[in-house]
């Protein structure tokens, strides 16, 4: 079991430095990059995205890192339902099919992603509940904002919500898997962990002998997995399910 893990971390920090994808046929790709950066000392660009994947209807394609512990579903005062979602400890996909596909996507947690802090590089924590929101269209223009609704829409942007997983079940993986049209398409992935009457306090509180102050704050590991095949003319089957084969 411990060769495993160790197998598992190296592959995770490879991942998290060279995002793969593996194309059945023709060409997906995925790049640690955001469409329109923005300008330093303005508020424009959009959506600071973490990643772009770009995919047909035959492909899988794979990639690593980390999120805030809380970022899908923050508590009040700070974050009041409906805008509970942490934009920037959240992490964003500038999502774009190239064909109208059925596509699965299955988010995990992972151990032992790297990401540096400060001037170190520190190892992400292992307890996310990932959730994620879908989206469509990209947001390229706005002024980012702090909260997202993640579950419906919000008003500093101009992407439409279609879906989520909201992870009720605190499971260690969700999927998804829903018909899409070609197009563009964001996807919000953070942490949902179960709501409590009081939060740790990331600022005081010890991870390393406290294993709430570990599962509610800091950066955790997550993986994500994207299948895509060719769509069928049936009506959408999208289900959501969560399990517990990451345990
Ligand atoms: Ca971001
Ligand atoms: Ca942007």
Same mark, same amino acid.
């Given at each position: 079991?411990i060769k495993?893990r160790?197998?598992l971390?190296?592959? /995770?920090?490879l991942?998290?430095?060279?995002?793969?994808?593996? &194309? %059945?046929? !023709?060409?997906? @790709?995925?790049t640690?990059?955001d469409?329109?950066?923005?300008?330093?000392?303005?508020?424009?660009?959009?959506?600071?995205y973490e990643?772009m994947?770009?995919?047909?209807d035959?492909h899988t394609?794979?990639f690593v890192?980390?999120?805030?512990?809380?970022?899908?579903?923050?508590?009040?005062?700070?974050y009041?339902?409906?805008?509970?979602g942490?934009?920037h400890?959240s992490n964003?996909?500038?999502f774009?099919?190239t064909?109208?596909a059925q596509?699965?996507?299955?988010?995990?947690?992972?151990?032992?992603?790297?990401?540096?802090?400060? /001037?170190?590089?520190a190892t992400?924590?292992?307890?996310?509940? &990932? %959730?994620? !929101?879908?989206? @469509?269209?990209?947001?390229?223009?706005?002024?980012?904002?702090?909260?997202?609704n993640?579950a419906?829409?919000?008003?500093?942007?101009?992407?439409?919500?279609?879906?989520?997983?909201?992870?009720?079940?605190?499971?260690?993986?969700?999927?998804?898997?829903?018909?899409?049209?070609?197009?563009?398409?964001?996807?919000?992935?953070?942490?949902t962990?179960?709501?409590?009457?009081?939060?740790?306090?990331?600022a005081t509180c010890?991870p390393?002998t406290?294993a709430a102050?570990?599962?509610?704050t800091?950066?955790?590991?997550?993986?994500?997995?994207?299948?895509?095949?060719?769509?069928?003319?049936?009506?959408?089957? %999208?289900?959501?399910?969560?399990n517990?084969t990451?345990?």
């Amino acid at each position: 079991m411990i060769k495993i893990r160790k197998t598992l971390s190296l592959v /995770s920090a490879l991942s998290a430095l060279l995002a793969f994808s593996m &194309p %059945a046929s !023709a060409v997906s @790709s995925v790049t640690y990059a955001d469409p329109v950066p923005s300008t330093p000392g303005a508020c424009d660009g959009g959506i600071s995205y973490e990643w772009m994947a770009k995919m047909s209807d035959n492909h899988t394609i794979s990639f690593v890192n980390h999120v805030g512990a809380k970022s899908f579903n923050e508590p009040p005062p700070a974050y009041e339902p409906p805008f509970t979602g942490w934009t920037h400890t959240s992490n964003w996909v500038a999502f774009e099919l190239t064909k109208d596909a059925q596509v699965e996507i299955e988010v995990t947690r992972q151990e032992g992603v790297p990401y540096t802090s400060g /001037s170190t590089v520190a190892t992400a924590r292992n307890k996310l509940v &990932p %959730a994620f !929101a879908i989206y @469509s269209g990209w947001d390229n223009t706005s002024c980012e904002d702090h909260r997202y609704n993640n579950a419906g829409n919000f008003d500093w942007s101009n992407i439409k919500y279609i879906t989520n997983t909201p992870n009720k079940g605190g499971w260690p993986s969700v999927t998804r898997k829903i018909k899409l049209k070609a197009g563009k398409y964001s996807i919000a992935i953070g942490g949902t962990p179960k709501v409590l009457e009081t939060y740790p306090d990331a600022a005081t509180c010890d991870p390393a002998t406290d294993a709430a102050c570990y599962a509610y704050t800091g950066r955790h590991g997550y993986r994500v997995r994207v299948k895509t095949n060719p769509s069928r003319s049936e009506s959408d089957n %999208a289900s959501t399910s969560g399990n517990s084969t990451n345990q």
